[in-house]
């Protein structure tokens, strides 16, 4: 039986299709030749409001590729990307404010304290600027900041600068997070504490998230569910965690997504 032959059929219909790929494929052209290079090949895929979904691949297989289709940056070759019942490519500007990304590094502007940070997404929006800064208050706050607020980036810790990034991130409102490794670039207790917080976060406040990592422990720490996907990108195993698993159960998941990166 090959990997692919074992998608996972997932049979929870409760919550609406937030993130929808119907038979996506995206093809790049290489430069100085006349070949196309696919990185998205026939990708069908369903992520429902709420889900906090890990994606894993091996480097390159278009993890980045999916993502950016999702925030309307890139537009599929092939099939249709619908997030939130609307096409993200043609009608960009109807997402401004509904999806928020969190990135690798944090992408602070470094002239621009914490909270101005934070309170940037909202100036973006037009909110008025009382409510914005209540706001990026709130959310500093939440995310353990608080007495930070007026520390410019270069004052902060990593994992401190990404707290801000994820503050910055919550304080949108967007219903959709699209996280690259957020983590990643983080010693591994404060990426554990982080991730912790993070899912939480996203629990508490019903968003859904769409959270690529290359890390098959951090995928079980954080995913409701746990997309794996081959190269180029096209799903090879999808499953549904139980919030409480047992150690086994994990195992048992884990020597799958092995075995399935293996291929
Ligand atoms: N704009 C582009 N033009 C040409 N090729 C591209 C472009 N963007 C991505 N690719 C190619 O598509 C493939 C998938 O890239 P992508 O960045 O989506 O993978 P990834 O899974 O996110 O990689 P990584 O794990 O290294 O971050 C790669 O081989 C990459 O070189």
């Not at 297989?61 to 993502?67: E, I, V």
């Not at 969190?102 to 008025?128: C, H, K, Y």
């Not at 990593?158 to 996280?179: E, K």
């Amino acid at each position: 039986m090959t990997a692919a032959a074992d998608h996972f059929v997932r049979d929870d219909a409760a919550a609406p299709v937030e993130i929808r790929f119907d038979h996506v494929s995206k093809t790049f052209g290489r430069h100085g030749t006349g070949d196309l290079f696919r990185a998205v090949d026939d990708l069908n895929l369903e992520i429902r409001s709420g889900e906090l979904v890990a994606i894993l691949g091996k480097t390159g297989c278009g993890k980045s590729t999916m993502f950016n289709m999702i925030a309307g940056l890139l537009e599929p070759s092939e099939g249709r990307v619908m997030v939130s019942g609307h096409d993200p490519f043609s009608q960009f500007d109807w997402f401004r404010g509904k999806i928020a990304i969190v990135f690798q590094n944090d992408r602070l502007l470094p002239w621009r304290t914490a909270i101005q940070n934070v309170a940037l997404g909202l100036e973006m929006l037009g909110i008025s600027k009382a409510e914005r800064f209540a706001t990026a208050q709130h959310w500093l706050t939440k995310l353990g900041l608080g007495g930070h607020e007026n520390d410019y980036p270069h004052a902060l810790s990593g994992g401190m600068r990404q707290r801000v990034s994820i503050a910055r991130a919550f304080a949108t409102n967007a219903n959709i997070l699209l996280c690259d490794e957020p983590f990643s670039a983080l010693d591994e207790m404060t990426a554990n504490r982080l991730r912790e917080e993070f899912a939480r976060l996203v629990r508490e406040n019903g968003k859904t998230a769409v959270f690529i990592t290359h890390s098959i422990n951090e995928a079980l720490q954080i995913g409701d569910r746990i997309v794996v996907l081959l190269r180029p990108a096209k799903i090879a195993y999808d499953v549904k965690l139980e919030r409480d698993a047992s150690a086994a159960a994990n195992d048992e998941v884990r020597a799958r997504i092995r075995q399935v990166l293996a291929v």
